[in-house]
C-alpha cells in the first residue's frame, strides 16, 4: 500500500499545479481587456483616503526637484479598475515620477515609482509596488523593492542604476503642457509592442488576450509562477539595495 502513496501523491501536487490554469486560463481571457485609447483626466471626486495619501508623499518628490503636475485618474482602462495617479515632472529628459493608488473596490494597491525614458526605445523605472507586473518589455527595466518606504531611497535605487547601466543613454525629452498625452502614446505603444508579442490582440476597441497570453497571466499570478517569480525578482532587488546600504 505505501508503495502506491507517493504517486498518488505526485498525481495530486501535479493537478493542484493545473488547476490554476484550467479552470483560471479560459475565464482570464474571456474577462480581461485593455481599452485601446487611454485617457488621463483630472481627478475631481478623489476618495478621501486616496487624496490624504497622495498629499503626504508630495513633499518627498518635490525634495529630490520633482514638479507636481497634479492629481489623475484613468478610468476604465481595464475591468473593474480605477487608477489614481499623482504624477511629476524633472528637469532632466524623460525623468518623470508617481504615486498611484489602483483600486479594484474589494482590494487595492498604492505604491511610488521613478521612472526615465531614453531614445532608442529603452527604459528605467524603479518602485516599491508590492504586485509584479505580468508583463516584461524588451528594453525597459522595472526594478521591484516593496519593503522600500520613502522616495529617497528610490531615487537613489534609480540613480545608482541610472550611473552604473544607462550612463551613455539620452533621455527622451517631453514640452511642458504634454506629459498627459505623452504618457498615454507610452501606456498604448506599450500594449502594441505586446501585440506583436502575440500576448494581446486587438478587437474593435479594446486589446484581448490570446491563448499563450492568458496562460502567461495566470501562471504569473498563480501558485507557484508567481512564488517563482517573486523570488527571482527579491534576489535581484535585495543584491541592488545591498550596494547602497539599502535595507
Known sequence: MIENLFPTL??????????PLVVGV?????????NRVPQLLPADDVPEKVQTWMTGQRPQFEALGFSYLGLFVMADF???????????????????????WIDGGTHSLHYDEISQLFEGKRGLAINNSS??????????????????????????????LRQQQYADCVGSAVAPGQEMDSICRHIQQEFEDLVKEGVYQRDSQRYVLTWPGAVHMVWRNSFPGKQLHHAQEMRSSRHIASELHIS
Open 10 to 19: 505526485a498525481i495530486l501536487g501535479l493537478g493542484c499545479l493545473a488547476f
Open 26 to 34: 479560459p475565464l482570464v481571457k474571456r474577462t480581461h481587456w485593455v
Open 78 to 100: 481595464m475591468p473593474m479598475l480605477t487608477s489614481y495617479v499623482g504624477l511629476y515632472r524633472h528637469t532632466e529628459d524623460g525623468l518623470a515620477a508617481m504615486s498611484a
Open 131 to 160: 504586485q509584479s507586473s505580468s508583463w516584461q518589455r524588451e528594453g525597459f527595466y522595472v526594478g521591484r523593492f516593496p519593503w522600500v518606504q520613502g522616495i529617497e531611497p528610490l531615487w537613489r535605487i534609480h540613480r545608482h
